[in-house]
């Protein structure tokens, strides 16, 4: 059992440090494990409440992630943008920047990450940045 738990936490670590998940949707990813965890030993109302907070909860951080279009099920390259760099429409430009070089410090050519990757973050900062200043304008 320790060395499933120690798989799933490799294997979750790995999302995170490959963008596929953000440090913000961890917690409920967890609270649905250990949901799911209680309901196969046996606590199956606990565990599938657990479950359900945990879908409720990611559902609406992704929302926030990724804005009012993804309500409708549709995503713009604005949507997108923020999504890859894990920032909210809330935040700032700092905010944005500030993520920017968190992720290419990670993903540059130079450090072992690939080309693509650092230019798909450039243009999300770019993109999000010009967004951010045709909105004070």
């Keep these: 059992m320790t060395f499933l738990a120690i798989l799933v936490l490799l294997a979750l670590g790995w999302a995170v440090w490959k963008g596929k998940l953000q440090k913000q949707q961890l917690l409920p990813v967890l609270l649905g494990l250990a949901g799911a965890f209680l309901a196969a030993r046996g606590s199956l109302l606990i565990g599938v409440g657990a479950i359900a907070i945990a879908a409720a909860w990611y559902h609406g951080l992704t929302l926030r992630l990724l804005g009012s279009d993804a309500k409708h099920g549709k995503t713009s390259d604005i ?59």
Excluded: M, W
């Design 79 to 137: 949507d997108d943008a923020r999504f890859l760099l894990g920032v909210s429409r809330f935040d700032n430009a700092e905010r944005i920047r500030e993520r920017h070089r968190t992720l290419i410090a990670q993903n540059h050519p130079d450090t072992g990450g690939s080309a693509e990757r650092a230019a798909e973050l450039n243009k999300a900062r770019d993109l999000l940045l010009d967004d951010l200043r045709n909105k004070r304008l």
